[in-house]
């Protein structure tokens, strides 16, 4: 069901993008709105880069390795629609469009290939794998125990996993907001897409929970502990070079290694055991 709201949310997007409908309006009243926290917006933004998200969720390795894995098998999904997108309209940004006296800029000034945005994609992807991993939880759960079971165990999983999806959702959101806090996209370059991003994040839980057992090993999980840490160390460089919402890159790395050690401090332990 959610699959579909998404899908009518993208063609109501695509319609309105096609048709010209003025957004400069809402744009310049969201883009007021958070003028007064710019280091609040460009963190949060950040988490819209894969690079950025896939770190900061490295110690989900350790708990929930199947939704980094639905993360990272839904970027080629996004992107691929992203970049078609982007291709197709060619739309221009709010900088090609107005003045830069008119709104709020944070970091650089970026032009073109404005729809969708990117970033939300990437937020809203890792969204809705967490929505597919809870369904999938679920599903299994109605289908391996009996009616009691379910009505006791259904209490907690309702109050973490769905906090946890609220959360993860109120987020994504908050990504989207700060691409028109930053100046960098129009309203209906969110919409399209933080609908683009649940279909992607949907079909990569599918993806990791179809072929569980090609990934799901030790060797598997280690060499995904190493690539989280060297996607952290581009993050690391970039901590030089950005202005304003450097924290959230610095968040990244020491998430990656932090989630690293972690991994290495269970080996020795579980090594010393036997």
Request: proline share 3%; glycine share 8%.
């Amino acid at each position: 069901m959610s699959a579909v709201v998404a899908g009518i949310g993208l063609l109501l997007a695509i319609i309105l993008q096609v048709n010209k409908v003025q957004q400069a309006a809402i744009f310049l009243a969201f883009n007021a709105a958070t003028v007064d926290n710019p280091q609040l917006w460009a963190g949060l933004t950040f988490l819209g880069d894969t690079a950025v998200m896939l770190c900061v969720m490295a110690p989900v390795l350790l708990m929930r390795p199947s939704i980094w894995v639905a993360i990272l098998c839904a970027i080629p999904a996004g992107g691929l629609t992203s970049l078609t997108l982007k291709w197709f309209f060619d739309a221009p940004r709010p900088a090609d469009v107005l003045a830069l006296t008119d709104f709020h800029v944070v970091g650089s000034v970026l032009r073109g290939h404005s729809f969708p945005s990117g970033h939300t994609i990437t937020a809203f992807a890792a969204a809705g794998v967490v929505w597919a991993c809870v369904w999938f939880v679920q599903r299994k759960n109605l289908t391996n125990q009996s009616s009691a079971a379910i009505q006791e165990s259904n209490s907690n999983l309702h109050v973490l996993a769905w906090s946890a999806l609220a959360l993860v959702f109120l987020i994504a959101v908050l990504v989207g907001v700060s691409r028109i806090a930053v100046g960098a996209h129009w309203p209906f370059d969110v919409l399209a897409g933080a609908c683009v991003g649940w279909l992607a994040g949907l079909h990569g839980a599918y993806i990791a929970h179809r072929w569980h057992s090609a990934w799901h090993t030790t060797k598997s999980i280690w060499l995904l502990h190493f690539l989280c840490c060297a996607l952290s160390l581009d993050l690391l460089n970039r901590t030089f070079e950005e202005p304003v919402g450097v924290y959230m890159l610095w968040l990244g790395v020491v998430f990656a290694w932090g989630a690293l050690t972690v991994k290495c401090l269970q080996a020795i332990i579980s090594a010393g055991k036997h």
